[in-house]
């Protein structure tokens, strides 16, 4: 999936990235990183003007998602997470960013693994930044490679 497909599933086709202002920051090419941010909005606060958990949680895991689906066909294959945890560091201000990196080795043998098994996983670490570059939450999580059930193919028809 090339960088305005990423663009489309993000900022445009998620009605969660569009709530909470993630937007695609940067795709490399030649490393496999995928950096998203959340633009910093107030929707997005806690009770003590603190970035919310939940929309902490969200970056990281579509950061994390990203990274792996730009190496496939929507139509064909989906990446659903099924684990994940996060450990909060700092009290979050301002924009986060949050960078994944899957090389393309690293796809090319999960999408092996899912023509062998039917499913393949894939464990990354993400961590958050804020505004001034302090680090804000670290997780772990796992995304899942699944078939593409036929009612979602009408999201990536287009």
């Known amino acids: ?33 995928a950096t998203l941010v959340m633009e910093d909005d107030h929707a997005n606060y806690n009770a003590f003007g603190l970035i919310h958990a939940g929309a902490m949680c969200g970056l990281a895991e579509t950061a994390g998602g990203m990274a792996i689906f730009r190496y496939l066909d929507p139509r064909e294959v989906i990446v659903l997470n099924t684990v994940f945890n996060i450990r909060f560091t700092a009290p979050p201000r301002g924009e986060l960013r949050c960078s994944a990196q899957v090389v393309e080795a690293e796809a090319a043998a999960l999408v092996e693994e899912f023509k062998r098994e039917g499913k393949a996983d894939k464990a990354m670490d993400l961590k958050l930044f804020d505004a001034s570059g302090t680090m804000v939450a670290e997780a772990q999580a796992t995304f899942r490679l699944i078939k593409t059930p036929q009612e979602y193919k009408k999201y990536f028809s287009g």
């Not at 599933?9 to 496999?32: N, S, Y």
């Open 1 to 33: 999936m090339d960088k305005e497909m990423i663009v489309q599933v993000v900022e445009k086709g998620c009605p969660f990235a569009q709530r909470t202002h993630m937007k695609l920051r940067e795709i490399d090419e030649g490393g496999g990183r």
